[in-house]
């Protein structure tokens, strides 16, 4: 039988999602309470993976198991949660787990996911940990024209980690653009249907390139069409990143 569980993490103390030889992960401590409240050996996967720093506000990861929790004699998917929320860390917490057909995947079966990356522009000690800081002038219209751009494009190499083990570069992106919560914070929304690793990081800091005035939009579409991660901007910090959003 399968299961869905949906949680959330604050990623700050972790080395990503996925289970690390040298490092502490999201992905084993769940394991781990999985199979202790279980009493076998739990193996979960997840929709995706979110690198070092990197925050979910909803992540959904599956695992296989012969326990039945609808059984009248056993626990259900609601007792569960509760359980496993006694055993993680506070900076790991599980919304629900609920029963679904054994050809649902939490990583293939999904059909989107959404991120945003936050900034602000003022120094604030209550965002330090969540938000990036800038400390220079963004034509935020420009940056707009530009993320808009995005979505005439199905290769995002430019934009994928130098290295990485993907088959292909390829996504569809739905939606891109830089939103404003208030004088001195914003956030850029980006919803695909996959995303290669490190790509959003690169996309926020080769738009905020554009904002700055290093590129032009016509320099920042040959960047896209170039294909090469060392033609696009830097990489931002991961703190500021949020998985928000996984539709199935």
């Known amino acids: 039988m399968r299961y869905f569980v949906t949680f959330s993490y604050d990623g700050g103390r972790y080395h990503g999602w996925q289970i690390q030889p040298n490092g502490d992960s999201v992905q084993e ?3 781990r309470a999985l199979t202790t409240l279980l009493r076998e050996n739990i193996a979960v996967t997840g929709a995706g993976r979110t690198d070092a720093g990197v925050h979910a506000r909803m992540m ?3 695992f296989d198991t012969d326990v039945c929790f609808e059984a009248a004699d056993g626990i259900n998917g609601a007792q569960l949660a509760y359980k496993l929320n006694r055993l993680l860390p506070q900076d790991i917490s599980v919304q629900r787990v609920e029963r679904v057909s054994d050809e649902m995947h939490a990583r293939f079966s999904a059909t989107s996911r959404m991120y945003r990356y936050y900034i602000h522009l003022v120094k604030n000690p209550f965002l330090r940990y969540y938000s990036c800081e800038i400390h220079y002038p963004l034509d935020f219209s420009r940056m707009n024209e530009a993320a808009r751009m995005l979505l005439s494009y199905e290769d995002f190499g430019a934009f994928c980690k130098s290295g990485a083990d993907v088959k292909t570069t390829l996504c569809q992106v739905m939606k891109a653009e ?3 919560t208030s004088e001195t914070k914003w956030y850029f929304e980006i919803r695909a249907n996959r995303f ?3 790509m959003v990081r690169a996309v926020v800091g080769t738009l905020i390139d554009v904002g700055r005035g290093r590129l032009t ?7 896209v069409e170039g294909k090469r991660r060392t033609e696009a901007g830097e990489s931002m ?3 500021a990143l949020f998985l928000e959003d996984i539709t199935y």
């Open 29 to 31: 401590r769940l394991q």
């Open 60 to 62: 959904v990861a599956h």
């Open 178 to 180: 830089w939103v404003q």
């Open 196 to 198: 290669l690793r490190n």
């Open 217 to 223: 939009l016509d320099e920042f579409r040959k960047v």
């Open 237 to 239: 910090p991961g703190n």
